[in-house]
């Protein structure tokens, strides 16, 4: 069944199948999807067992057990756990889904934060589709990618002979989102100038065209989304704090992909999914392997860098598993990319891990990264590096999980087997 495949190959260059638990360690699984005669694919779960000794040379038994219903299970239990395009089970996105819905009901402005790449454009949307107007126009327009020029004359219209080379009378983006919602992405962006104008379409609900002075009714509902501090900026003078709470009515904020780590398969099967139809591939998975590494990164560029690293990984894979070696070199080994010691992320521990930290490094430079688990350093160096790290973060897991560059989970089971 095996036969010419990448498994097979190693398994017989090892002596033995990759799943066959080491004495001390747990079991070792591993989803596989075969493909019937008639097309259709049956979902196993395969694991390895050592044999008793015995004359008839067979030493090792893969066994494989049916899983299609659990994988139906899935399948409709993940529904659950999207809302839109937005996808993710964690207690954070859950929270977020309720107040989506909460705010639909609402015509009031919304203010939704959170750093880039991580999906604000796709809260708008839910918000939209979910609220009173979700038969009207959705119009986004991103405010930080035109100059001052050019952002007044989208937002607002332009009459004919407004400026040169306005040959033609133009509806702006408020007019056109009538009945709809208006987003207004990078808010932050906007001059001192345009934050006064917009306060007042905002206040009187009417815009005046560019080279007109007839004002016209507007109908819509702003929503306004930001990667800033938009209340720092406000502090320091450079955002109008009027236009702050007129914006700010119901506020919506999205955490960063590494808090949410829990998202994480989840979301790579959905964007599989949308992979393999875009490359016109077979179904897509990842193993799990991969899948720890994925889970061990910190993610700066949220669920858009995660996009961006399957889409690469898919262009790599061969067959339809994504292994870790598919991936991006940074995933594997976020601080080589990064080309120098940040005391913000955890860095690589090589050879000499704990000595570094019996240096008395911060843990911050000292702490693991995500190729903590892979590297598999000594047992008496993985505990004195996570002791370490526990006691600079007083004995906070989660802190300590942080530096580490793995989950609370990952942290709590190397605990539980260096204990035990």
Not at 16 to 30: D, F, G, H, Q, Y
Not at 52 to 65: E, K, Q, T, W, Y
Not at 158 to 173: E, I, L, Q, T, Y
Not at 265 to 284: D, F, I, K, Q, V
């Amino acid at each position: 069944m095996f036969a010419g495949t990448r498994c097979a190959r190693d398994c017989a260059a090892r002596g033995n199948c990759s799943l066959v638990p080491l004495p001390s360690a747990s079991r070792k699984t591993e989803d596989i999807a075969l493909k019937r005669p008639d097309g259709s694919e049956v979902s196993l779960r395969m694991s390895a067992m050592l044999l008793p000794a015995n004359d008839s040379g067979i030493h090792c038994a893969i066994v494989l057990r049916d899983r299609s219903r659990e994988v139906a299970l899935e399948a409709e239990i993940r529904e659950r756990w999207r809302l839109g395009g937005l996808v993710g089970r964690s207690p954070a996105m859950q929270a977020l889904y309720a107040q989506i819905l909460r705010a639909a009901a609402s015509d009031a402005s919304v203010l939704i934060t959170g750093e880039s790449g991580v999906g604000k454009e796709l809260v708008a949307r839910a918000l939209h589709d979910n609220s009173p107007r979700a038969q009207g126009p959705f119009v986004p327009l991103d405010c930080g990618a035109l100059p001052e020029s050019l952002l007044e004359s989208e937002l607002f219209g332009h009459a004919k002979g407004a400026f040169s080379g306005a040959s033609s009378a133009r509806v702006g983006r408020f007019e056109a989102a009538s009945g709809g919602t208006l987003l207004l992405d990078e808010i932050g962006e906007i001059s001192p100038a345009m934050q006064t104008k917009l306060l007042r379409v905002l206040q009187e609900r009417e815009v005046v065209r560019l080279g007109e002075n007839l004002p016209r009714k507007v109908e819509v509902r702003v929503v306004a989304a930001t990667h800033r501090d938009l209340a720092a900026m406000v502090r320091l003078g450079e955002f109008r704090e009027d236009l702050y709470y007129r914006l700010r009515v119901l506020p919506l904020h999205v955490a960063p992909l590494r808090e949410r780590v829990a998202d994480i398969p989840l979301l790579a099967a959905h964007m599989l999914g949308e992979l393999a139809e875009r490359y016109r591939r077979a179904p897509l998975r990842i193993a799990s392997e991969a899948m720890t590494a994925l889970e061990a990164y910190p993610w700066p560029g949220n669920v858009r860098q995660l996009f961006n690293t399957l889409e690469y990984a898919t262009v790599q894979a061969d067959g339809s598993v994504i292994l870790p070696h598919h991936l991006l070199p940074e995933i594997l080994a976020p601080e080589a990319a990064a080309g120098a010691p940040d005391s913000g992320r955890p860095l690589l521990p090589g050879a000499g891990a704990a000595a570094r930290v019996d240096a008395g490094v911060s843990a911050g430079a000292a702490a693991a990264s995500a190729r903590f688990v892979r590297q598999r350093l000594p047992q008496a160096d993985a505990r004195a590096l996570i002791e370490r790290v526990l006691r600079e973060s007083g004995g906070n897991r989660a802190e300590a999980a942080r530096r580490l560059g793995m989950s609370r989970t990952t942290l709590w089971k190397k605990l539980k087997g260096e204990r035990s």
